[in-house]
């Protein structure tokens, strides 16, 4: 059983470039989440959607960052321009919500993350 | 304050030992709470989930108190396998499955 995939692993860009983070959650899961972890902040939630609609994007620091998911197998989250302090691991996550209303124990299975670098 | 509050360690300990890590949550309304590990360079991964009267599971057992705000995981018999970081994570009350993630606390068992 596939578990979260996301791609690249790592990748490494000048200031200044687009970069594209890409991920395929669980079959079936309905929610999907995206986490930036750096060793001063730990893990943030940046965005999360529910049946692929977004539903809470105020972690996104900025506009140079933007999530699509435009189906229910595949998210994408784009960073125009990159920028040095955006260098950190992201991590892509999914769960199967049943209530997106009601605080719920089901786990969140996360991918290997990608390690990106912006020089 | 911080949402979710954990000592950074490291805590360095002899193999077999017993190890205690506390976390303070700020928002009282937080209803689910949970213990994740994290290995080195990667995912964070689900140790177990904690319930207000307090649960175990195998070495690990995990407690709620509410009045105080904190959770704690306690890991008896620590093999070397044990070191990792543990993140305590609380869910953001206002519904859904917003998580919030401690820093974690670095655990390093040695022989």
């Known amino acids: ?119 | 304050r911080k949402e979710v509050e954990q000592d950074p360690g490291p805590f360095n300990v002899p193999e077999g030992a017993t190890v205690a890590f506390n976390c303070t949550y700020s928002n009282s309304a937080s209803q689910s709470f949970f213990w994740y590990r994290q290995d080195c360079r990667k995912e964070p991964k689900l140790l177990m989930s904690v319930y207000s009267s307090g649960n175990e599971d195998g070495r690990f057992t995990a407690q709620l108190n509410r009045a105080s705000q904190y959770i704690s995981l306690l890991i008896r018999d620590s093999k070397l396998s044990d070191s990792a970081t543990y993140l305590c994570v609380v869910n953001r009350p206002g519904g859904g499955n917003k998580l919030t993630f401690g820093t974690g606390t670095q655990l390093k068992v040695e022989l």
């Not at chain 1, 578990?3 to 692993?9: E, Y």
């Not at chain 1, 321009?81 to 955006?86: A, K």
Request: with cysteine.
């Open chain 1, 1 to 119: 059983d596939a578990g979260v995939i996301q791609s690249p692993r790592h990748e490494v860009t000048e200031m200044g470039q687009e970069v594209t983070l890409r991920c395929k959650p669980i079959s079936g899961h309905n929610s999907l989440f995206w986490y930036r972890q750096t060793m001063m902040r730990g893990l943030e939630l940046l965005i999360y959607f529910n049946n692929n609609v977004p539903i809470d994007d105020s972690g996104m620091p900025e506009d140079r960052f933007s999530a699509k998911m435009p189906n229910a197998s595949f998210s994408t989250l784009k960073i125009q321009p990159s920028e040095p302090r955006d260098s950190a691991v992201y991590f892509c996550a999914s769960s199967s919500l049943r209530d997106r209303l009601l605080p719920s124990n089901e786990k969140l299975f996360f991918g290997s993350g990608t390690q990106l670098s912006v020089l």
